[in-house]
T-cell receptor, first 114, second 112 residues
């Protein structure tokens, strides 16, 4: 595997379900990100982990819970989601926290909440 | 505060003709600017980035962009469009790695 991988690629869940999205980066980076991409809206940064420490984002509902067990893996735990949470969830990684450091993206998980 | 505005939500060109995708930015600090491309069902791929070293930036697949501070613009161009260029393009402004702002995107259609 190379780059940034995400599983599953597609997920359909009910509002009472609990599921997790997984992201793995094979680039040796030390920062990882979760983004939400909804139709007709700009990408929204949800969470940032730098050196495995989380940077809080207060605008994200608590029904989304990130976890970063090590610098290569990132999870997004989902519970009691709403239909408006249906979107493409993208994971990204970068080396260091500098503003010149580009982010490398995974292919995304297409989430549908029924 | 920083933000980015992509002036066209959709651009359509014929194969072999030039491409121009427009981006204006607003930033309180000297910004870093990026262009990403997203093909259907794929993640975002970096095309090029501006880091203050040179105002004309060359990227992959023949794309380039020019940073114009006086106009607060960072337009993306390509001399000759190819069918494989059809995708969504995102302009991004960054002050820190925690604060990257994405434009709404421009969908590029390439007609045969």
């Amino acid at each position: 595997e190379t780059g940034v991988t995400q599983t599953p690629r597609h997920l359909v869940m009910g509002m009472t379900n609990k599921k997790s999205l997984k992201c793995e980066q094979h680039l040796g980076h030390n920062a990882m990100y979760w983004y939400k991409q909804s139709a007709k809206k700009p990408l929204e940064l949800m969470f940032v982990y730098s050196l495995e420490e989380r940077v809080e984002n207060n605008s994200v509902p608590s029904r989304f819970s990130p976890e970063c067990p090590n610098s290569s893996h990132l999870f997004l735990h989902l519970h009691t989601l709403q239909p408006e949470d249906s979107a493409l969830y993208l994971c990204a990684s970068s080396q260091g926290g500098g503003r010149y450091n580009e982010q490398f993206f995974g292919p995304g998980t297409r989430l549908t909440v029924l | 505060a920083q933000s980015v505005t992509q002036l066209d939500s959709h651009v359509s060109v014929s194969e072999g003709t030039p491409v121009l995708l427009r981006c204006n930015y607003s930033s309180s600090y000297s910004p870093s600017l990026f262009w990403y491309v997203q093909h259907p069902n794929k993640g975002l791929q970096l095309l090029l980035k501006y880091t203050s070293a040179a105002t004309l930036v060359k990227g992959i697949n023949g794309f380039e962009a020019e940073f114009k501070k006086s106009e607060t613009s960072f337009h993306l161009t390509k001399p000759s469009a190819h069918m494989s260029d059809a995708a969504e393009y995102f302009c991004v402004v960054s002050v820190t790695h925690n604060d990257m702002r994405f434009g709404a995107g421009t969908r590029l259609t390439v007609k045969p």
